[in-house]
């Protein structure tokens, strides 16, 4: 029996809120807390979150450090809102991304703060590569995501959210992402050979834009053959190459960036989600320094700097990256994930998706997908699908997640697969 | 002389950060605490602070309620973030906006969060003008600011900014704002002969979008009957009325919306700034019911739902909209800024800009505005610029600041006006 | 009684030819023999033409002298298409052209010879203008018409012909014509204020394109005055000033140039239409060698060297343009069109419009003046109307009409006029 | 010795010729006259032509018949320019290409004169495929060359003619032709690929438009099967399907289309080039009725009734179309001239490339083409290249060229590939 309570805020976001809401169409519950991976509804039921803030919360709700922090920092009247003045709270932040993400791997990118929303550091990037080269053409893949303000969604793929501005999208060359067209075909090989030749009508890019592994696009992953041969081909035809790492970063496929370990030097790499430690929003456009030509200002934002995200995120990085332990502890659960996934999916004929701790199922049709995630929530799993056809089952939970926490609810995935699919193992024992 | 742990952070800055910054530039100091109108550097010295976060700092810096009900909400493990999913948060919030905003005035908008940022806001606000009318063509004013992302970009006036874009902007329409022509031409009228005209080359408008006072366009504030010519207006022609509430709304000009008793009635609001109370990132895009026409997640984002600030938000409402009294102290505080700001520009042959807690000084030349500024921080005084030569000298103080530190301030700003361009009144005396 | 004949080849046209078809509709005849001022339809009818192409047979239909030259020269198995390959049907068109048209005005333009029609030769000045200047944004004005093709699309006016395009047409700000505000107001101060201000949202034009008389938008004619603040306002912002004398050059208001003895120096200037003196296909676009940045064929065309064309164009340079016999005829009969035609629109309290042989009368409403039209056809006299609203009765008789024709025409015209407003002078008497 | 003559009126294009003339660098003669292949310097050498105006001369110069038409039509003081009237010369234009051309083929088309100029023609096509289809995207080739126009120009590929816009070019995708990414794939594969995908970015199309064989971009000729499935495609995804033959058209590949026996249906086709068949300027755009949806003159041009052309281009349909006749000796010449390019070709190593009398041989380099050509020039041939790097040696003579003009002209282009090549055979003797 629904409470009270519970019927009474649906009413209200019935009544008030815009009919474009969407998650909350999936999960039709009122939530108010949430530690860890799990999330409670106002009626006091626990829910195992393998969605996270769509990878936002690596570190899981409220890690008890990250808020210590922010209340300790809001506690002592720290600055919650400057602009982009200095303030402690960037500096240590600044100081503590220099330590220990840059200055290992050898970078030397200048960090701007853009408005806190993923697009927005995208917006910064595509507007900057176009002032440093004096070109316009970005060339973005298929199934790419990389926001919805006009700059871009220019870039994005998904037809629902392309049709959403309501005029044509420009500025942008569509290629074909890494293993688009089959095993056979080297999508890189097409790629160069439109620019390599001057009549192709593909123009000379500004930049060409990348994920590693697209994570709405179907969790789609690229390999370091593939990455590398598109970095040298935007580096041979004089193109700034940009890794958006807003969903693949900050631990996601095991290393802070998804690209640690692959070779790869990219002018510009975009950061959100999980930056901030705790969901709050932050972005950030990493840029080479010979690259950062903006004039003061030129790109601005009222929340360019979001200070309370700065403690969070400089705590985050403190506690997970300061050693090996985490990236260590990511590998191994991510792992166990792959292998329980790569049974359920073979025992359903089905194949894996994903690298990392960004990892899924196509179940074959959004229908299969979209009934297997209900079937997870009646559970008490939230889970969500992504792809074209929103045919992947995607499992995002928290990196912080416990050994018996993920197993969990992976079997209640299993058990969601067999009961909309039957399982075959089932019908063989 | 510069102690040490000044020295070291800017450098941090400088060593790290990208060159867009602009504000630090303006104040070159660390700051790490704020209370009320109040920031403090990292040296102890306190700063009466007139910029507000342009406008994001209305109540001031960590009320006391505010920083109250975030960290209750925080210790009790409140969900940080949450996409679009309802919480309880975002229901108190809907439910307080519902009923102390919406419901008084007779509006029956529906609230769409958008990615937090008022870039965001107008971006979706643009976006659905297009999809309801099926046209393309945006009007928007000189000197207009809607943000720097593509497509709100267009619609930003701003040259400094528009060149960031290093692309052509385009779908909107140029207008010339209430005034731009000087005090014997309604402009209104000018762009009914455009509008009126099949053959005039302005193709029929998806929406007209205007601020009631332009922040960042030099404080130039429009006449409520020249905002009813252009809602009427675009009735006329089919377009929608949007009014960007971004910096002018929440009490900055007496009422919560700067239209507050205008007799408008707009399609579409775009709010930001100090709609979190407290300078935590939130953007809504209010739409009537017949015009929420969006897909669900057509326009999505991930942190469209920062519930920290639903909660400071919906305590900011609570607080200073339960009654008329904040309008009214912020009424009386209005009309006594106005009239100290009114006695120094008269003393230096200046004019005043703006309305309400919305006002400023055209001080002739960027470079004098520039001086007086550089002035006022020396005294402790953090002010800044607007308009298309960075002009006008404004005051953008928190709207709770007492009557005393407002008289200090403008005591600072009076002497660095007779400092920079010398005292008429001085000299007489 | 209409013939057989002249009923099938109607039924022709309907059957296969597009519906796009337009002056077939108002002058539903099928015509076969033209001389001078006068058209026959195949059953022998003559009409008075005071449409001539649009002002494509300022010389009349079939000049006796131009159809000579053009005989022999096919005769003689001239070359009909070469490319862009040297003729010495160009030779000697460029030796005339810069004999009596280019040198007489200290002009040192180049010739491009584009694509053979008005449109082409405007796209070729816009892509010139980005290309010398680096900006893209061009300034033109209300009710101008510069073409259809998507780039001079954009500049034109009309609201039927952009929205053929069924694309957002852009590249293009719009600015008020002389005179479109009332004579109260001096749209080029308008347009001055929005150059100068860096925030108005008017990007940095690479052009202005203008026409002194706009022909399709109404007979307006600009001042010499307005023209010069125009030109000067292009020159001091970087832009570069187009004249487009598509319609308007040629004889058609006095000089062979629209903007003969007006002061003015454009940087370039777009011809076609009368250019050829026989109605053939030819466009041209001339440029100050310092702009003639074109690299080869960078801008081409298979019909840019119609030699047909060439030699009628070279003949009616010669014959009309070696001395100031023509012009001052044209002058004279200029003067008396005026009188007439100011004389109809009094005794009707209509205004009169246009400048040289390019008037007309207001005749307040498009369905005035199509009834006037048609009254007109049903009497023998093919004329048209141009306008917002078509509302203006258009007379673009041959620059050569005899005196007799041209008073003949005009009485047609005056009892059109009487028999659709009736007469107040009728009336008085 | 250069004589004074030829000196002269050199001298008169250098002096007032823009600089983005282009064949008369190739060919630095003045010509004054032309018959059947073979065209006349003013001093009298004679040339054979195989160029053909790019294929505006498929029945060579001054064609007789065409001619005779021609002089009996203007010295009948038939009508030159019209704008869009019904006229005698356009309806015989009409009931010829009706009654030879649409109705043998089971062809409805309507039959649109645009402005005369090839990409006109296209400009119409891809206006009018964005107004049946309320979409705006338009996929078109690699390669591919449809004009200049700004419309027109960003369905082009030649990077050099994209540059000479200096703006962004939108509102068309690029796919890869047929053969493009080698033998292996099958590139209608990969646009089947992108479009079933909503996800991939590529956003429905409003049309394809396409070449059956790339004049301009190579002589690449897509095979009836490729052109089968990408018409399929088109239909399946609610595309128009357009062929542009303006260059492979009027019997330059064996057939009036270049189409014909294929088993294709095009929405939309357009025509150019040699369709007045003596090189007149004459553009048309064929329209399936259901597709004829404009407004009367929503695309108009004034000179888009070149009455001249219409006389000619129907004796042409007479004189060439009326039996099979034509058809069957260009079928002849075509196999000997492709006999005579295989035999030259095989000697160096190289390949030919094209259909019908459309055909060359890729020279290896662009440095290698020129010089070829210019090595013909010499020897009285003109000859011209094209491809991405003007790689290709491309034979455009009149398809009426006598067999022994034929033999004579490709003596001349062996003999130059074995000059700049060297012979193999010549070596091995």
Redesign the interface.
């Known amino acids: 029996m629904a409470t009270p309570t519970s019927i009474t805020?649906?009413n209200?976001?019935e009544?008030?809120?815009?009919?474009?809401?969407?998650?909350?169409?999936s999960?039709?519950?009122?939530?108010?807390?949430?530690?860890g991976a799990t999330?409670y509804d106002?009626d006091g039921k626990a829910y195992t979150d393998f969605?996270s803030?769509?990878s936002?919360?690596n570190y899981g709700?409220?890690d008890p450090d990250l808020?210590a922090a922010?209340?300790e920092y809001?506690?002592?009247?720290?600055?919650?809102?400057?602009?982009?003045?200095?303030?402690?709270?960037?500096?240590q932040f600044?100081?503590s991304?220099?330590r220990l993400i840059?200055r290992p791997r050898g970078m030397k990118h200048?960090?701007?703060?853009t408005?806190?929303?993923?697009?927005?550091a995208v917006?910064a990037a595509?507007?900057l590569a176009?002032?440093v080269t004096?070109r316009?053409?970005i060339i973005?893949?298929?199934?790419?995501f990389h926001?919805?303000?006009?700059?871009?969604l220019?870039?994005?793929?998904?037809?629902?959210?392309?049709?959403?501005?309501?005029?044509?999208?420009?500025?942008?060359?569509?290629a074909?992402y890494d293993g688009?067209?089959g095993p056979e075909?080297d999508t890189a090989?097409?790629l160069e050979?439109?620019l390599s030749?001057?009549?192709?009508?593909?123009?000379?890019p500004a930049a060409i834009i990348v994920e590693t592994v697209q994570g709405e696009?179907?969790l789609n992953a690229a390999s370091a053959g593939w990455l590398k041969k598109v970095q040298a081909l935007a580096r041979s035809h004089g193109a700034l190459f940009i890794i958006d790492d807003?969903q693949a970063g900050c631990g996601r496929t095991g290393g802070f960036f998804s690209f640690d370990g692959m070779g790869l030097d990219p002018d510009i790499v975009t950061m959100?989600?999980s930056l901030s430690g705790?969901?709050?929003?932050l972005a950030l456009?990493l840029?080479k320094p010979e690259h950062?030509?903006?004039?003061?200002?030129?790109?601005?934002?009222?929340?360019r700097g979001?200070n309370?995200a700065f403690v969070t995120a400089a705590a985050a990085l403190e506690k997970f990256w300061s050693d090996d332990r985490f990236m260590s502890e990511v590998g191994e659960k991510a792992r166990y994930l792959g292998e329980r996934l790569a049974a359920i999916a073979e025992d359903h004929g089905l194949s894996t998706k994903g690298r990392g701790m960004m990892v899924g199922i196509d179940a074959g049709s959004g229908e299969h997908a979209a009934a297997i995630c209900k079937a997870c929530f009646a559970k008490g799993l939230i889970i969500e699908t992504s792809?074209?056809?929103d045919e992947v089952v995607k499992v995002l939970c928290p990196l912080t997640i416990s050994l018996e926490q993920l197993t969990a609810g992976l079997d209640i995935m299993e058990s969601a697969f067999d009961a909309v699919l039957g399982s075959r193992r089932a019908a063989a024992e």
């Open positions: 805020p649906i209200t976001f009544r008030v809120e815009s009919r474009v809401r969407s998650y909350s169409r999960f039709p519950k009122v939530f108010d807390r949430a530690l999330i106002t969605l803030g769509c936002s919360l709700h409220n808020k922010l209340i809001v506690s002592n009247d720290g600055i919650a809102h400057g602009l982009d003045m200095f303030t402690d709270a960037k500096e600044l100081a991304f220099e840059l200048q960090l701007q703060f408005g806190p929303t993923g697009a927005n917006e595509m507007k176009r002032k004096g316009t053409n973005s893949f298929t199934n790419g926001g919805v303000t006009l700059g871009a220019a870039a994005t793929g998904n037809g629902k959210h392309r049709g959403g501005a309501a005029t044509p999208l420009s500025g942008v060359t569509r074909a688009y067209h075909i090989d097409l050979r439109m030749d001057p009549s192709s009508g593909v123009d000379a696009g179907g807003i959100a989600k705790m969901g709050l929003p456009t840029i950062d030509i903006w004039k003061p200002a030129e790109h601005n934002g009222t929340f979001n309370h792809g074209s056809f």
